[in-house]
């Protein structure tokens, strides 16, 4: 009979070493990966002097998967840590990269697409509770300042019966504050503070026909600080004003859709049209995201050092074990850049 204890771990050991092996192949290899979990397993605090990038969350689209969260970015400069973007997850994966939610005190909105900002209320919620004295101010295109006060709105009642049975004296409204910011065709400056200046143009994300008929927008960031110049994309289709945003950047972290998702969704686009539907989720998707081509001639044309593909579609969406490849994304990009291409992982550092 067959020892099927020693088959098991001769099996593991085996699944180990191809493990091992495959990590050490991967494009990210020697990007220093932070921990997964809380308490004890955090990784430590953000170093005092420098500018850090931690990718929080790096999946595409309003959706959940247990590998990625939904969009989310944070820069951390000489240990005070900035948050773009604040998607599903996006505050548990701020304590899982040893930053927490405590000291935040600023954030950006790209737009507010809800996988761009379905865990503010979470954020502000908690810092609440956590007994947080000192403000929060969330700058984005016009609606964030709305959507501070619905999601402090959201949270009345939690306030109500803390304040009644806890005995707390501040209420979120003076601590929580949302500002609209412009969205300009040439690059804006929406914030500077003693470490970190941040500019904003209007990116692709809406096509003229929508932007027509509403006052929201969507914007890029550049986050510029003494060490170093980081541009966040948003969603984009290809946007001439996103080239201006990140000329001569370090990084763009740019979202990126694979070139057979994007023909499988121009497909479905296609076959709406002509059944008189101009407007489609599958229109929107090929109309108003980059394709690989699309952030290989942008990162061209801006002159950045490193390309960092963030927000991937189909990224973990596959119905299979496996993910869908590094490479695809990768080989696409590179056809028209030359520089270094990573494709992102939830709390990877840069």
């Known amino acids: 009979m067959r020892d099927s204890g ?23 290899a020697g990007i220093p990966l932070r921990a997964q979990g809380g ?6 605090a953000p170093p005092a002097r420098g500018t850090q ?43 899982a990269a040893g930053i927490g939610y405590g000291q935040l005190g600023t954030a950006f909105i790209t737009h507010l697409h809800d996988d761009h900002m379905a865990d503010v209320a979470a954020l502000l919620s908690l810092q609440w509770t956590g007994n947080k004295s000192q403000p929060t101010d969330i700058y984005g295109p016009f609606g964030t300042a709305a959507m501070v006060d619905a999601a402090i709105a959201f ?38 503070d003693d470490r970190l200046t941040v500019t904003a143009a209007e990116n692709t994300h809406f096509p003229d026909r929508a932007t027509a008929a509403m006052r929201y927008r969507s914007v890029a960031y550049r986050l510029q600080t003494d060490t170093r110049v980081i541009v966040i994309s948003g969603d984009t289709a290809y946007s001439k004003n996103l080239v201006s945003l990140a ?23 296609q076959q709406a049209r002509a059944q008189g539907r101009d407007n489609s989720i599958a229109q929107h998707i ?17 002159g950045v050092k490193t390309v960092v593909l963030s927000h ?15 490479s695809s994304y990768i080989e696409g990009v590179r056809k028209a850049f030359s520089g270094q291409v990573i494709v992102g992982r939830d709390l990877m550092v840069l």
Request: proline residues 5%.
């Open 312 to 326: 991937l579609l189909p990224g973990s969406n596959r119905n299979t074990i496996a993910e869908y490849p590094d």
């Open 155 to 192: 949270t009345k009642a939690n306030t109500d019966i803390r304040v009644t049975d806890e005995g707390r004296t501040i209420r979120p409204e003076q601590l929580f504050h949302g500002h609209d910011v412009s969205a300009e065709s040439t690059p804006v400056q929406v914030f500077k």
């Open 247 to 269: 000329k001569g950047a370090d990084f763009l972290v740019c979202e990126v859709i694979d070139q057979p998702q994007y023909e499988t969704n121009l497909a479905a686009a």
């Open 6 to 28: 020693n088959v098991g771990r001769r099996d593991l050991l085996r699944g180990l070493t191809g493990l091992a092996a495959t990590l050490a192949a991967a494009p990210w």
């Open 53 to 95: 990038l931690v990718l929080l969350g790096t999946q595409g689209g309003p959706n959940v998967n247990v590998r990625r969260s939904q969009a989310s970015n944070a820069v951390i400069v000489d240990g005070r840590p900035y948050l773009i973007d604040c998607g599903y997850g996006a505050v548990r994966a701020l304590v």
């Open 286 to 302: 090929v109309e108003t995201h980059s394709n690989n081509a699309d952030v290989g001639r942008m990162a061209t044309e801006a």
């Open 39 to 44: 308490g004890a397993a955090a990784a430590p």
